[in-house]
T-cell receptor
C-alpha cells in the first residue's frame, strides 16, 4: 500500500529566511511525487513533480524539491520565503508500477511566513 | 479556457436526500478524479476515470457513484446522503497519466453540508 506523511501540521518561518516543508512516502514500486499548494477557499495548484531524472526538481514560484530514494523523502524548499507563500501545502504520491492511477495525498502542512 | 469548473459551489442536504455534483473540463483531458477534503485528513480519492465510459474506485468510494458519459464531464452522485459525507469535494483532471504529463488541474470545490 502507498502512503504519504507530512509530519508537521504547521511551519512558521520569517520572511526572507529559507523554508522546508517535509514529506516522506512509502510505495512498493516506483514513486511519482508531487507538490500542490492551496490558497484559502481555492482548489489545489500544481507546484512541481518528480517523475524520473534529476533528483532536484524546480517548480513554480521559486520552489524546489529533492527526491531522496534512500530516505524516501521529497522535501519542498525555497531559499527565501515570501509572505505570499503562506498557504496549505500537500505532498502526493502515485505508485507508477501499480497499474492503477490512485494518488495518495498527505494531510497537508500549513506554511505561515511572518513579515 | 475555463479550466475545471464545478457545480454547485455550495449545497445543504438533509440526511437521506440525493444529489449530483457536476465537474466539467475544457482541456481535453483523458483522466478525471473526485476527491474529498476533510480537516486533518488531507485529500482522499473517491473515484476516478481514465476515459469516457470508464470509472474506477479510489480510496473512499463507499456511498458514492460516478459516471463519465462524455469526456469533458465527470459526475459524482450521492444516492442517500449521510452526515459523514459533509465535506469539501474537489474535481481534478489531467492528461494521460503514465506519460509523465500527469499534472492534475483542480476545480474550485463544492462545499457540502449534510444535516
Amino acid at each position: 500500500a502507498q502512503s504519504v506523511a507530512q509530519p508537521e501540521d504547521q511551519v512558521n518561518v520569517a520572511e526572507g529566511n529559507p523554508l522546508t516543508v517535509k514529506c516522506t512516502y512509502s510505495v512498493s514500486g516506483n514513486p511519482y511525487l508531487f507538490w500542490y499548494v492551496q490558497y484559502p477557499n481555492r482548489g489545489l495548484q500544481f507546484l512541481l513533480k518528480y517523475i524520473t531524472g534529476d533528483n532536484l526538481v524546480k517548480g513554480s514560484y521559486g520552489f524546489e524539491a529533492e527526491f531522496n530514494k534512500s530516505q524516501t523523502s521529497f522535501h519542498l524548499k525555497k531559499p527565501s520565503a515570501l509572505v505570499s507563500d503562506s498557504a496549505l501545502y500537500f505532498c502526493a504520491v502515485r505508485d507508477a508500477t501499480s497499474g492503477t492511477y490512485k494518488y495518495i495525498f498527505g494531510t497537508g502542512t500549513r506554511l505561515k511566513v511572518l513579515a | 479556457n475555463a479550466g475545471v469548473t464545478q457545480t454547485p459551489k455550495f449545497r445543504v442536504l438533509k440526511t437521506g436526500q440525493s444529489m449530483t455534483l457536476l465537474c466539467a473540463q475544457d482541456m481535453n483531458h483523458e483522466y478525471m478524479y473526485w476527491y474529498r477534503q476533510d480537516p486533518g485528513m488531507g485529500l482522499r480519492l473517491i473515484h476516478y476515470s481514465v476515459g469516457e465510459g470508464t470509472t474506477a474506485k479510489g480510496e473512499v468510494p463507499d456511498g458514492y457513484n460516478v459516471s463519465r458519459l462524455k469526456k469533458q464531464n465527470f459526475l459524482l452522485g450521492l444516492e442517500s446522503a449521510a452526515p459523514s459525507q459533509t465535506s469539501v469535494y474537489f474535481c481534478a483532471s489531467s492528461h494521460h497519466a503514465g506519460t509523465g504529463e500527469e499534472t492534475q488541474y483542480f476545480g474550485p470545490g463544492t462545499r457540502l453540508l449534510v444535516l
